[in-house]
């Protein structure tokens, strides 16, 4: 399998820096069953490309196949000869320092938008060139794809799956590689190795700043992590935004989330609690407001997210706190909808703007799991106010984000939270959060379950 990469921008020899190549030498990396070379066919100031060829290993491939695949498997299939997930490998280590946007000589490059093309001989693409343009277009690219004929001795055989495919864009290294080392094996909707819960990290890092605002960004999950619904699900809820979109400025959105914060925040301080948990934690700004209380002698965030909660760990300062407030704290992976004996023994429970990322069958585990298994004193929970959208569109069907599965109007979370009540032995009272206007009421509403 070949992939080049072209850069036409002036001087176009700036892609060997930020790939770390030079261009005199040809170099080569071990991947699983094979070897990645990567050289330059061409390197002058007008027109630079970099291909990386990919040499795979017959009979590695036979002794380390899947042991449940089908019987002749093994003697018939297009592993050697098409970029699959051993081409993202082979990106990765290749090209490691220019995925992970480090430029040494030029770090300023990093940044800089180039004109960029990308050829792929040949792409396994399962479903055709549809897909492939679903997959690109929402990106910015241009794209030129020849499809090859199963047989072209026998052209009533038809069409294959398989593809010759050139990309342009005008984009950062970075960006792109990213883009192929994701959508390679999403295309080809296969992997070489076992996923798991590492391949959800992966996903999220390589993806960060343009998968979670893609349109087939469902599609693009399940694929890359081979339709194993509890990763997926878990990634999924993992690309939750804190700020709801369609509020007009970004600082109204911010501050109506601050408002949600600090209402938490005071409600739990209204309480007499030694410990909290924050449910889907996400970046740790309700646990860097629950620190002021000085009451509250332990605290945990969760989520399924291991980068929110690196960015957590670095907004709260963990390795420059002294050590009786870092006692204090605690940061673990995990997901509500699991049952899960870390999350036991805790005074109160807070989800700030959760439960609408939750598909409906995962609202009814996480309730499930949250009322009847781990059985806080107190939970407070927020979440948007349908009614409340009647300000910005006429569509009764929008909702502020992408995420969001589903949105309560005031009647409908009443009767969620009466739900609660009959079910699980709770009382509640529900209270509004930021300006509310006649009709429609505030932008959102917070839910304070107390256990009989």
Known sequence: MLLTITNSRYPATDLSFLLHKHPAKVQS????????????PEAGDEKCTCAILLDMDPVGLVRNSDANSFALDQYVNDRPYVASSFMSSAISKGFSSALNGNCKEKPELVSIPLQLEVQISVLSIRGGEELLQQLFQPLGYEIIAIRHPLDPHFPEWGNSRYFTVTLKNEITLQ???SHLYVLIPVMDNEKHYWVNEEEVTKLMNKGKGWLENHPSREIIVRRYLRHQRKLSDNALAAMTVSEDAPLPEKAARQKLHDVRLQAVSDEIARLNVTSVIDLGC???RLIKLLLENKQLQRITGMDVSSHSLEVAASRLKLDKM?????KRIQLIQGSLTYKDRRLHGYDVAAMVEVIEHLDEDRLLAMEKNL????QPNTVVLTTPNKDWNLTFTTDENMLRHSDHRFEWSRAA?????????DVYKYT????????????????SQMAVFSKQ
């Open 282 to 284: 996400g970046e740790g």
């Open 371 to 374: 009322f009847n298994e781990i």
């Open 413 to 421: 979370f009443n009767a969620w939270c009466e739900h609660i009540r």
């Open 175 to 177: 960006a792109l590689l």
């Open 428 to 443: 509640y009272e529900i209270k509004p959060l930021g300006e509310e206007i006649e009709a429609v009421g505030a932008p």
């Open 322 to 326: 002294i050590e009786s407030q870092r």
């Open 29 to 40: 990396v071990e991947v699983m069953n094979g070897k990645a070379h990567v050289f330059y």
